[in-house]
């Protein structure tokens, strides 16, 4: 929407404003109508006089509460309908994500090596070594996460994800 750099401030609050009124798709419903209970009216609206607006400006202050109160008193569905597609869109994205691992088929006892991260400096570049010295799996704990030992039978301190390591052929 801008041509040069400078002129993105002018723009920001026209970017809010289309955020906050589009329908997220986690949700099924606008930012707007989460957070302030209704429905945006839009300027367009306000101008040409929708069939809203034409509505609820002759509908008489009594009338204009109770119906106020009706909505409220159905935001809480709406929110918990908002919940529940929150919910199904993180199921979506987990099974996407899902997918794309690849099954470990290690067990207690397998001789393994650990990935090395790059948080050290290493003058060799990349010709350094990718993986440390042989481990054996101790114990294979929940959602992947293990213990593992030195083959002299000291245990690493803090658990490791199964994803960290690869099988140790001889």
Do not use: C
């Amino acid at each position: 929407m801008v041509v040069t750099y400078k002129v993105w401030a002018e723009k920001l609050p026209f970017t809010l404003w289309g955020f906050g009124t589009s329908i997220r798709a986690s949700t099924g419903a606008t930012p707007y109508s989460l957070a302030y209970e209704s429905e945006v009216i839009l300027h367009i609206e306000v101008e040409i006089q929708s069939l809203r607006v034409q509505v609820e400006t002759k509908v008489l202050k009594e009338d204009w509460m109770k119906e106020r109160y009706e909505q409220l008193a159905l935001i809480d569905k709406k929110r918990a309908s908002a919940q529940h597609n929150a919910q199904g869109h993180q199921k979506r994205i987990a099974r996407a994500f899902n997918k794309k691992v690849k099954p470990r088929s290690l067990k207690e006892g397998d001789l393994v090596l650990k990935v090395l991260r790059d948080e050290t400096f290493d003058p060799r570049g990349k010709m350094k070594p990718r993986w440390l010295r042989p481990f054996i799996i101790k114990k294979i704990m929940s959602e992947g996460a293990t213990r593992i030992t030195n083959l002299d039978g000291k245990e690493m301190l803090r658990p490791i994800n199964m994803d960290k390591l690869q099988r140790y052929n001889i």
